[in-house]
């Protein structure tokens, strides 16, 4: 999901990056340079530094839960309830995409759908599902912006319906705990439109650190403007665990 297309409804435009290969015990294993590593559910070659993953007997197979919400891979399945928000004027007025017509939305859980499945896949697009079985009420997604960094964004939306809940701080942090315990980033950093309050309040809920302004980085239309950068630090991450 580009920056463009996955954004925040009652939370902050955000990505994540990838470090590690899941083998036959759960655990992420790093794929070394110049061997291939098979490791039951992976087989690949990889250079110096960049890492895939393969999570159950498949790629798409990507399953994270929380006390209230699971979190799964996007399928073609989902178009209609994505659209159900992708369409919102209030969901859509601190993002910078939409609206989508149906024949986008199909496209791009489609791509998601794909992306899941491709080895090297470098972002994790996820539906957001409340317990015990929700239809899809949002997405959060965590992406690699620099493999020789070890640093990501993380970004989610979600349906007007559920805002409120707490549901976009949940996600989130189930998200932020996959980035650091199992992909190893370092960095993690997630950006908010400063009118914004909730998803500037969701962010300091997860003890992300203000960093500061990024002046009109964002276009919408013929307009641009300012984006809030928050970040977290893998060892802030472990003082927030208690680790």
């Known amino acids: 999901m580009t920056s463009a297309q996955l954004a925040i409804a009652e939370g902050s435009q955000c990505a994540v990056a990838v470090a590690g290969a899941r083998g036959k015990s759960g655990a992420f294993t790093p794929v070394s340079a110049a ?4 490791l039951g559910n992976v087989v690949e070659v990889a250079p110096e530094g960049v890492y895939t993953t393969r ?9 994270l839960e929380t006390p209230r919400l699971t979190l799964r891979e996007i399928s073609l399945e989902d178009a209609d309830a994505v659209q159900a928000y992708a369409t919102d004027p209030e969901v859509l007025r601190h993002v910078t995409w939409g609206p989508n017509s149906l024949e986008q939305t199909r496209a791009l859980c489609a ?3 794909a992306e899941a499945k491709d080895p090297k896949r470098t972002s994790f697009e996820l539906s957001i599902n409340v317990k015990p079985g929700s239809a899809t009420v949002g997405m959060v997604g965590v992406r690699i912006k620099s493999v020789e960094n070890r640093e990501g964004d993380l970004g ?5 319906v559920y805002w409120g809940k707490g549901y976009a701080t949940e996600a989130a942090r189930r998200m ?4 650091f315990e199992d992909l190893k ?3 993690i950093y997630a950006t908010a439109a400063p009118d914004n309050a909730s998803s500037l309040h969701v962010l300091e809920k997860l003890g992300m650190q203000r960093e500061g302004l ?3 980085n964002q276009r919408i239309g013929e307009a641009y403007r300012d984006s809030v950068l928050y970040s977290m630090l893998s060892r802030e991450w472990r003082a927030l665990r208690g680790a």
């Open 35 to 38: 061997t291939v590593s098979d």
């Open 55 to 63: 999570v159950g007997l498949m790629p798409h197979s990507l399953r």
């Open 111 to 113: 791509a998601w759908a």
């Open 156 to 160: 989610y939306v979600l349906h007007r």
């Open 176 to 179: 932020l705990e996959f980035g």
């Open 185 to 187: 980033l370092h960095r």
């Open 214 to 216: 990024l002046r009109e």
